[in-house]
């Protein structure tokens, strides 16, 4: 079993930028991949960005390509989500999630485990 915390999230101005984390506890972090998925109200849970064990291999969504980053620290057990230029359109609940397998998954359903969700508003 792995417990999930996301943290970091808040209200922020159209431009600016915010880091989100999400610390790992319960076994060990480095054996898994994890993910950043987003959720706006009245919509569906979004793919935003991926990384492998290791940190070798990133995918970011095309709708967050080149003002997200994702990145590992598994020496802290943490999992960052680094969200620049921000846009209201970026208001969601961002959600991290972690995976038993070797590879970046963007799909929702090859997930684990998943936290219980940061709050991250823009406000234009």
């Known amino acids: 079993q792995v417990q999930l915390v996301e943290s970091g999230g808040g209200l922020v101005q159209a431009g600016g930028s915010l880091r989100v984390s999400c610390v790992a506890s319960?076994?060990?972090?480095?054996?898994?991949?994890m993910g950043w998925f987003r959720q706006a109200p009245g919509k569906e849970r979004e793919f935003v960005a991926a990384?492998?064990?290791?940190?070798?291999?990133?995918y970011i969504a095309d709708s967050v390509k080149g003002r997200f980053t994702i990145s590992r620290d598994n020496a802290r057990d943490t999992v960052y989500l680094q969200l620049n230029s921000l846009k209201p359109e970026d208001t969601a609940v961002y959600y991290c999630?972690?995976?038993?397998?070797?590879?970046?998954?963007?799909?929702?359903?090859?997930?684990?485990?998943w936290g219980q969700g940061t709050q991250v508003t823009v406000s234009s």
């Open positions: 319960g076994r060990t972090f480095s054996h898994y991949a």
């Open positions: 999630a972690a995976s038993y397998s070797d590879y970046v998954i963007l799909d929702r359903g090859g997930y684990n485990y």
């Open positions: 990384i492998n064990w290791s940190g070798t291999s990133i």
